[in-house]
């Protein structure tokens, strides 16, 4: 059997259990789409319950990550 192969969103979701978060640039590099797709993403695992964290004081969605 092979492995299954890791979905754009699992991989959105591991970068964001980082106990640093992660920046868009960064996920957008992950999955290759644009920056308003992946906040499009975050905003449905937002919706789907996901417990998403700002990590800088400033801007709470500079580092975001999942709590």
């Known amino acids: 059997m092979s492995k299954s192969k890791q979905s754009k969103i699992?991989?959105?979701q591991?970068?964001?259990?980082?106990?640093s978060g992660?920046?868009?640039?960064a996920l957008c590099k992950a999955t290759?789409?644009?920056p308003h797709s992946v906040r499009a993403?975050?905003?449905?695992?937002?919706k789907k319950?996901?417990?998403?964290?700002?990590?800088?004081p400033t801007n709470q969605m500079?580092?975001?990550r999942i709590t």
Not at 14 to 19: E, G, K, N
Not at 22 to 25: D, I
């Open 14 to 19: 591991a970068l964001l259990r980082r106990p």
């Open 49 to 56: 319950a996901s417990q998403l964290k700002g990590g800088h």
């Open 62 to 64: 500079d580092h975001p």
């Open 41 to 46: 993403a975050l905003s449905g695992l937002r």
């Open 32 to 34: 290759g789409w644009q």
């Open 10 to 12: 699992d991989k959105l």
């Open 22 to 25: 992660t920046s868009l640039e």
